[in-house]
């Protein structure tokens, strides 16, 4: 069964500084891996998505990494601005069943 | 059809009543999936459809919870005699890469 960890559980930094959010699993026979947003109250919204193959993806101020031999995801989020305040969550992809296995999420807080 | 739409976004109910979510995925996707998130928790799967066959039910989901798809359009999921720890936000995703609507949150009083 496929454990999924995010460390840390919470972060709070001021504006501007750059955000390193971590991701762990523990069986590297995945599909993809997925970084979402999630906002209080509200559903998931797709950040990016790293295929098993690719080592990274790119989408404005964020970079995504995956490391599939040591199971870990990293999200950057350069120059971080009080929008940025919410709920990251990661997730792995089953590469047979495609279900995702989720963590338990990093709540970001931007300080203005 | 630009998303994943669930319907209620909200319900509210009392111990021991029954309840019915609905998801419409985007339309060309054969591959739904429910989940269910409760507070401080990343979403767990409960199930899955490829078109009108259901795949996998996940231990999550006992016997009080039934889902369908028919005709592999929209997906229904019923809980039945609802108790207070089944309050969650349920979470329907359409495709193998999981566009996720925007959940119905099931408070149990």
């Known amino acids: 069964k496929q454990e999924v960890t995010q460390i840390p559980a919470a972060l709070s930094v001021p504006e501007g500084e750059n955000l390193v959010l971590n991701c762990s699993f523990t069986d590297s026979a995945i599909y993809n891996l997925q970084w979402f947003r999630q906002d209080p109250g509200k559903g998931l919204t797709s950040l990016l998505l790293?295929?098993?193959?690719?080592r990274e993806q790119t989408s404005g101020r964020l970079n995504a990494s995956l490391d599939k031999s040591s199971g870990r995801s990293t999200l950057y989020i350069a120059a971080s601005q009080p929008g940025d305040s919410a709920t990251y969550l990661c997730a792995a992809t089953g590469s047979n069943d495609y279900k995702l296995s989720f963590g338990a999420g990093t709540t970001v807080t931007v300080r203005a | 059809d630009t998303g994943v739409s669930q319907n209620p976004r909200h319900k509210i109910t009392k111990r021991g009543q029954n309840v019915t979510f609905r998801c419409d995925p985007i339309s060309e996707h054969n591959r739904l999936y429910w989940y269910r998130q409760t507070l401080g928790q990343g979403p767990e799967f409960l199930t899955y459809?490829?078109?009108?066959?259901?795949?996998?039910k996940s231990r999550l989901l006992s016997d009080r919870f039934s889902a369908e798809r028919p005709k592999g359009s929209f997906s229904t999921l019923e809980i039945q005699r609802t108790e207070q720890g089944d309050s969650a936000m349920y979470l329907c995703a359409s495709s193998s890469e999981q566009f996720f609507g925007p959940g119905t949150r099931l408070t149990v009083l």
């Open positions: 459809f490829q078109n009108e066959a259901q795949l996998e």
């Open positions: 790293i295929q098993s193959s690719q």
